[in-house]
């Protein structure tokens, strides 16, 4: 131990300046060649001869987090936290100011903490519950660039006033450490770099080689054994040149000869290698040279990459294009393109045909403004709010379908699908393109099936009418009546041995009987025709919270006559089918119905407060219920949507208009 060491403590609190020049001294010495693996004990050391001779109770280094930002994080302290309070990382919330000033490289020296600026008060209060009385806080930094950590003194059991001769030599002190630490990671980044450069040679999914001067492979890797199917072993005793193809060998030679005179610094070409069993290898390959540090030639390191899949792609692409434009011909899909740079639009002869654009309007955007005054009046303002849409960016691509006024053939039906090709500066569409599909025989063909689909759904209601008046007429009246005599049966044996079973037979019919009931109510409701949509929606809510436990409050304006047959029976078919959806899935407590005239039509809501769920997964599982209310809805030309998230309820909502029946 030196002489500093043995040493003790002056009563002075500037410890001799001889004696701390002297330990600055050994410091700097020992930090000089330190192994980077030596540098953690040997600033833990350091901390603590500083620490002893200077009379500091705490002193901690701090390194700026690599993965938090805002937060310092205690590396290296003196005494070591296994002796002392646990040193936690520094974050914005408890140290605002002190955050600040590390982060700008200053020092700050606190005699008491007291003496802390106003806008300090969040650290005064965050100090004192560490019991820090006193403070001196050295930045870390290398070469007067940005500070990378901080040095920091502390005073626990009494104030300590900083000198600036003493600040002075303490930042000699954090420099050393900066320093220290600076090499440290150079040297690990270094490791890592070399380690990470020997798993890419080697692990690499490209093949790669060092390539003698002379064209002899000298060291390759797996994936390039693999590409060439050669064993390494037989690959080091050949050269590039053995493996190339005739007809790829000058142009690849040629192009070596000019990296090595300098013309080029690097080249890269496809080219065909033959593997050991002499089949072809299509490869991109690209070469780079290598020089000693005077300027000779060492090696080539060369990067294979097999494109042998990607050159049978390009052919397959080819004859994909051949086949997609013949089917494009197939399915009579026309084609356009709009270009507002230079103001043109082509479309070609099959949009032409389906829109019947005179011959006359083909010249710069004509064939748009055509097709703009064209559109049906219904949807126009539906398909340019979906252009606008497009050329915002809001919906790229678009898809959408609508009538089209050909001046020769009436009303078609169009499908048009568009996309943006490119963009200017400030974002607006530079070029769009788009096809379209004349699909008027399809959607008279759905028309068909939807009004097959009505004229279903008005049979099957048919059908439930009739069967709930036999189940009400004929069964319920049955059962009443072998209810009667089954009653008479036990009055006739009171205190019978029969009588018990009797009253049970009875109280079964009863039920028997109620159910029967509710059956054919659910089947047709009558009250629908006799007292209209309201009435219907309150019975069934009541019926609903007899039956169960959530609480459903109702708000029905009355509606007159204003809606159809059709429309009424599709609100109540919708109402009845979300009721039962809360009932048998929610698990929620409370449900609402409303129903009032809205926007030419009646609105139905029907909302309740359970579960939910994801409205889109559901579509994807074709749940029948879901399905269901949605054909309903749009046989009577009315709109269904359900918002429901999981654990956020659910709220069914569907609008028809008044003259929803149909024919």
């Not at 994080?73 to 646990?86: D, N, Q, R």
């Not at 996309?419 to 569409?429: K, L």
């Not at 699909?439 to 279903?456: I, P």
């Not at 309201?534 to 109702?554: D, N, Q, V, Y």
């Amino acid at each position: 131990m030196s002489s500093v060491d043995q040493e003790a403590p002056s009563a002075d609190p500037h410890v001799s300046r001889l004696a701390f020049e002297t330990i600055l001294a050994e410091l700097s010495s020992r930090f000089i060649n330190l192994a980077p693996a030596d540098v953690d004990l040997e600033i833990e050391d350091a901390l603590r001869r500083v620490c002893e001779h200077l009379q500091v109770d705490l002193a901690v280094l701090w390194q700026w987090s690599t993965t938090v930002p805002d937060v310092i994080v205690p590396t290296h302290a003196y005494p070591k936290p296994e002796g002392s309070p646990s040193f936690d990382p520094l974050n914005q919330e408890s140290y605002p100011w002190a955050i600040r000033q590390m982060r700008a490289g200053r020092i700050v020296a606190v005699s008491r903490l007291d003496d802390l600026p106003e806008e300090a008060a969040v650290d005064r209060e965050s100090a004192r519950r560490t019991g820090i009385i006193s403070n001196l806080c050295v930045p870390l930094a290398v070469g007067g660039g940005a500070a990378v950590g901080a040095l920091a003194f502390n005073m626990i059991r009494a104030p300590r006033t900083w000198s600036d001769e003493l600040v002075a030599r303490l930042q000699l002190v954090a420099q050393v450490f900066a320093n220290a630490l600076a090499r440290k990671r150079s040297d690990q980044i270094l490791r890592a770099s070399e380690e990470s450069s020997r798993a890419t040679f080697d692990q690499a999914a490209v093949g790669i080689a060092l390539v003698g001067i002379d064209g002899r492979w000298l060291r390759v890797n797996d994936r390039l054994c693999a590409i060439v199917g050669y064993p390494r072993e037989d690959l080091l005793q050949l050269m590039f040149q053995d493996l190339t193809h005739p007809d790829d060998l000058p142009s690849d030679l040629t192009l070596v000869r000019q990296v090595l005179s300098g013309e080029l610094r690097t080249y890269s070409m496809e080219k065909r290698y033959f593997r050991k069993d002499r089949s072809l290898v299509w490869v991109n390959l690209t070469v780079s040279l290598v020089r000693d540090p005077a300027g000779e030639p060492r090696h080539f390191i060369s990067v294979l990459e097999d494109i042998s899949a990607r050159r049978r792609a390009e052919d397959g692409l080819r004859e994909s294009e051949a086949r997609l434009s013949a089917g494009a011909e197939l399915a009579r899909l026309a084609y356009y393109e709009v270009d507002f740079a230079s103001e043109t639009a082509y479309v070609d002869d099959r949009f032409a045909d389906i829109c019947g654009v005179p011959s006359d309007q083909g010249e710069g955007l004509q064939p748009l403004k055509f097709w703009i005054d064209h559109l049906h009046p219904a949807d126009y303002a539906r398909v340019m709010d979906a252009r606008r849409q497009l050329h915002e960016g809001i919906r790229d691509p678009f898809s959408v379908e609508y009538r089209f006024l050909n001046p020769t053939r009436g009303e078609i039906w169009i499908h048009h699908q568009g996309r943006v090709r490119s963009r200017g500066a400030d974002g607006r569409p530079t070029r769009t393109i788009g096809v379209l599909r004349d699909v008027t025989d399809e959607r008279r063909a759905e028309d068909e099936l939807r009004s097959l689909s009505r004229r279903l759904i008005r049979a099957q209601e048919e059908e439930r009418a009739l069967l709930a008046r036999e189940l009400h007429d004929d069964v319920t009246q049955r059962l009443a009546v072998l209810a009667i005599d089954v009653g008479r049966a036990e009055m006739a044996d009171a205190g019978g041995a029969h009588a018990e079973l009797m009253a049970s037979v009875r109280d079964g019919l009863v039920r028997l009987s109620e159910d029967i009931h509710s059956l054919a109510y659910q089947l047709h409701p009558s009250v629908l025709e006799e007292l209209g949509l309201p009435e219907a929606l309150r019975t069934e809510c009541e019926r609903r919270g007899r039956r169960s436990p959530i609480a459903i409050s109702m708000d029905l304006q009355p509606i007159g006559d204003a809606i159809g047959r059709d429309a009424a029976l599709c609100l109540y078919r919708v109402a009845q089918e979300a009721l039962s959806n809360v009932v048998r899935h929610s698990g929620a407590r409370t449900a609402s119905v409303v129903l009032r005239q809205m926007d030419g039509g009646l609105f139905l809501a029907v909302r309740d407060d359970g579960a939910g769920f994801d409205p889109v997964a559901a579509s994807h599982a074709r749940r029948l219920g879901l399905a269901s209310m949605r054909e309903r809805v749009q046989l009577v030309n009315g709109t269904l949507d359900i918002e429901s998230a999981p654990g956020r309820g659910t709220a069914i909502l569907a609008w028809v208009p008044v003259e929803g029946d149909q024919p």
